[in-house]
């Protein structure tokens, strides 16, 4: 059980840092800083909405 959330909060971490790095380099090409923030909650949304979709279908 420990294993399982631990192993799904670092593949959540590791997905995070590469999309706000990505973020980061899209939104300074373009010079909306707004990206960042509206990204960074996207990739949590959909991350979360994944694994529920996930657990009830599995």
């Known amino acids: ?3 399982e959330i631990s192993t799904d ?3 959540f ?3 995070y840092f590469f999309t706000l790095l990505g973020l980061v ?3 300074s090409y373009y ?7 509206k990204g ?3 990739y ?3 991350w979360a ?4 979709a996930l657990h009830l279908v599995l």
């Open 9 to 11: 909060l670092l593949w």
């Open 49 to 52: 909405i994944t694994k529920i």
């Open 1 to 3: 059980m420990h294993e």
């Open 13 to 15: 971490m590791g997905g």
């Open 31 to 37: 010079q909306q800083p707004e990206l960042i923030i």
């Open 44 to 46: 949590a949304v959909i």
């Open 40 to 42: 960074s909650i996207a």
């Open 25 to 27: 380099c899209i939104a």
